[in-house]
């Protein structure tokens, strides 16, 4: 039978109350007697903390609490057990949060926070991540003597017996820099204590239930009397998946005041204490046969930790997964180190380090290319994976489009025809292209990476699906929506999505690693199957039929073309018969993907995402701006189940890797942030977009709901590396350093003798 509603164009099922401005956001909400929190934060990079004084700021009308450190008991928390609410010791970054207010208005909060009083006792300071780990720089934690926090170091194969084996080598260094997330919605919560005692948080978060765990830990209550409520989330791309210090503060609060207690950051501090992508520096060597098979890649890493340590600092987990396994490499060693600075601190971010690693492996293919004498296309054609293989750290990919994506990529782009030498121009054109891999399923990185679903037919026959995963926005909802109507033959309008209250619906680990509409997918497909069972076992009773006769259609039980009865009159039968029956099921799925161990290898997720990306440019030689005229991306997807959300997915991915490309840059200077708005933070504008051209490659994964994989990450994760080929292609200057801003551009232009410095004398003036 043909589908109705899988790989359908539905609009998400939220966009109507957002158009119209109705939905509520956190900024939006408001509880009896709620007052407003602000957070005091350091002006100092790095210092001790000799006095607080809030006598003045406790003092002034409308305030209802002022809190320190000595106010709360200020559990150590975050990956490295390095960080607490407030700051009572030690400030390590100038985002430290030293003192908190709550007060009848935000102004009132604000005005108290200035008054409060810090004296300080500067230490030195250190904002280098490798002169960090040099004898004699300051130790920022006890027990870290060489700021170290992390160490990742992965091998397989031998690295000198791939380096004899190569005819070529390649070997450069990269630096990508820092970037923030920029949601429209700003970082909040909403924290209120119940008559019982127990709390409510309304919460951004992406983990509920890992969220509500933590939570407990942190404030010394017990994670069953914590509830979390998701408002609309207005963006994530990864930045709530960790806890924060102003959440904890707001709950601390709450308890100081008794009431209600809501944070909100102003725009400015979401650019000053939200997370970012973490900067990286990555030293590569590459190598290939006389054929152009590759031979090995050898990579080492320092990542900047910043001040303390969140989810930035396990990233290598899945740089390491492109290094190893993006195209054949038999011999692989990858070594990264995560060192502490009085820098901010990085999060997880949409492609969770894979933009980075896949900056420097891109790189190195086509400086491969370029030595081999051949066509990037084809190198990386003569290397792609198949499905069925095995890559050395233990990936297996049971479905793999990647060479159908180059060849797809490439006929759309007309790469064969752009690849053709230009004539020297003051404006040069090139083209370039760039290959991703990335978890499709999840990552089994928790004891469980699955998630429940439960589900109920009412009796006018409209389906209720309670399910754990979240939606920051992605359109997980309306797939959810989609694969029940498919699977009971009902309209998406039939079909109601709840996902926002851990009181109710059911365990999921949390909206990450591209998982939601693979394992929530699938969790929802078993539900609906259960439920589709059950309906046609009560019909073939009743009609004395047998079961495999009959289908659900159109709100209808149906035999072949004939409608036998609607479907909330066979629910209704079974409610109110003799057999007083609700038509309710529930399901749990957990992927087939295995924790790696400690030397990270297996396989870490079920399926996997491939993709590549055609990127056309134009390149002033005269003022060094990069303009990208076209973008063309071909996905591995397994299956599409809604086009229009997964247009919409490949488009936002595609603008987010060309501001990382061009203009994107959290400027840190000795550990402040020089451009904390958006007047100074360039984000792409609707001008500055090209056309964005897109194939969907169906592999048909046979594990993934219809065959589908998760693709949320994967269309930000190799336009950077695209951009910078085709610059090269256009200038022959290979630019390692991001983003390619015009003065970068022009610097690197003038360095390598392309165009004259506008500065310098001209001959004959």
């Known amino acids: 039978m043909t589908a109705r509603w899988i790989g359908a164009r539905v609009p998400k099922l939220d966009a109507p109350a957002k158009a119209a401005g109705s939905t509520r956001y956190l900024s939006d909400l408001s509880l009896p007697g709620m007052l407003h929190g602000k957070i005091r934060r350091s002006d100092r990079v790095h210092a001790r903390i000799k006095r607080i004084d809030v006598s003045a700021a406790r003092a002034m009308p409308l305030v209802h609490a002022v809190i320190t450190a000595e106010d709360i008991s200020n559990v150590r928390f975050g990956h490295g057990k390095d960080n607490t609410p407030l700051k009572g010791d030690r400030v390590r970054c100038v985002r430290d949060e030293l003192a908190a207010v709550a007060a009848e208005t935000e102004e009132a909060a604000e005005a108290a926070c200035r008054a409060i009083r810090v004296e300080y006792e500067d230490l030195p300071a250190v904002f280098d991540p490798e002169e960090a780990m040099r004898p004699g720089a300051p130790q920022l934690h006890e027990g870290r003597p060489d700021n170290v926090a992390f160490t990742y170091d992965y091998s397989h194969g031998d690295i000198a017996r791939g380096e004899a084996q190569s005819a070529h080598v390649v070997e450069d260094s990269y630096e990508l820099q820092f970037m923030t997330h920029c949601c429209m919605g700003a970082s909040a919560i909403l924290a209120a204590f119940e008559p019982d005692g127990k709390l409510t948080l309304h919460s951004l978060t992406q983990v509920p239930f890992l969220y509500r765990r933590d939570m407990a830990a942190i404030v010394g209550m017990r994670p069953e009397d914590i509830r979390v409520i998701q408002p609309a989330i207005g963006g994530a791309f990864g930045s709530k998946l960790d806890i924060y210090p102003y959440e904890p503060i707001a709950v601390h609060l709450a308890r100081a005041t008794a009431r209600p207690v809501r944070i909100v950051f102003s725009r400015q501090e979401e650019f000053l204490a939200s997370p970012t992508r973490q900067p990286a520096r990555i030293r590569m060597r590459s190598g290939c046969d006389a054929e152009g098979r590759l031979t090995f890649r050898d990579a ?59 900056f420097a492996v891109e790189s190195q293919l086509d400086q491969l290319a370029q030595k081999l004498g051949a066509d990037p296309l084809e190198l990386r054609l003569r290397n792609s994976h198949e499905a069925g293989e095995e890559t050395g750290q233990g990936l297996r990919f049971v479905t793999c489009g990647l060479k159908d994506c180059l060849e797809s990529a490439a006929k759309m782009s007309g790469w064969k025809a752009k690849r053709r030498p230009r004539h020297d121009e003051r404006v040069r054109r090139g083209i370039g292209m760039a290959s991703m891999l990335h978890v499709g399923g999840g990552a089994k990185i928790y004891r469980s990476d699955g998630c429940g679903s439960a589900l109920s037919i ?15 926005g992605q359109g997980s909802e309306t797939v959810l929506a989609q694969i029940v109507a498919e699977v009971l033959g009902l309209s998406v309008d039939r079909v109601k999505v709840i996902n926002t209250d851990t009181d109710v619906k059911p365990w999921d680990v949390g909206v990450h690693a591209s998982r939601t509409s693979y394992v929530a997918g699938n969790s929802a497909l078993m539900a609906a199957s259960k439920a589709r069972e059950k309906l046609l076992g009560a019909a073939a009773e009743q009609h004395r039929v047998p079961p495999s006769e009959l289908s659900l259609r159109d709100g209808f039980v149906c035999r072949g073309e004939e409608r036998l009865e609607p479907l909330d009159k066979l629910v209704r039968t079974l409610h ?61 997807v397994g299956k599409v189940l809604n086009e229009l959300g997964l247009e919409g997915q490949i488009e936002g991915g595609v603008v987010m890797g060309l501001g990382y ?39 048909e994964d046979p594990t993934g709901p219809f065959g589908a994989k998760g693709v949320g990450e994967a269309p930000a994760i190799c336009v950077a590396a695209a951009v910078a080929n085709a610059v090269f292609h256009a200038t022959g200057v290979r630019f390692t350093r991001l983003p390619l801003t015009p003065e970068r551009v022009l610097e690197g232009l003038i360095a390598a003798g392309v165009t004259q410095d506008p500065a310098a004398p001209r001959s004959g003036s």
């Open 300 to 358: 080492d890493l320092v990542l900047d930790n910043g001040a303390y340590t969140s989810w930035g600092a396990t990233t290598p987990f899945v740089m390491m997964q492109s290094v190893s396994s993006l195209y054949r490499v038999p011999h692989v060693r990858f070594k990264a180190v995560v060192p502490h600075t009085n820098n901010p601190y990085s999060g997880s971010f949409r492609g969770y380090g894979n933009l980075q690693a896949t």
């Open 458 to 472: 009412d009796d006018f026959g409209k389906a209720t699906l309670i399910t754990g995963s979240t939606d920051i």
């Open 576 to 636: 109110f018969s003799g057999k007083h029956e609700l038509l309710a099921t529930q399901a749990y799925f957990e992927p087939g993907s295995v924790h790696q161990d400690r030397e990270f290898r297996g396989n870490v997720s079920p399926t996997y995402a491939f993709g590549t990306h055609a990127v056309e440019v134009e390149v002033e030689l005269d003022t060094g701006v990069v303009r990208p005229l076209g973008v063309w991306a071909a996905h591995d």
């Open 661 to 699: 490309a061009l203009t994107e840059e959290l400027k840190v200077r000795e550990g402040r942030i020089l451009n904390p708005c958006f007047r100074d933070y360039h984000l792409l504008t609707a001008p500055e977009v090209p056309p964005i051209r897109m194939s969907f490659i169906e592999t």
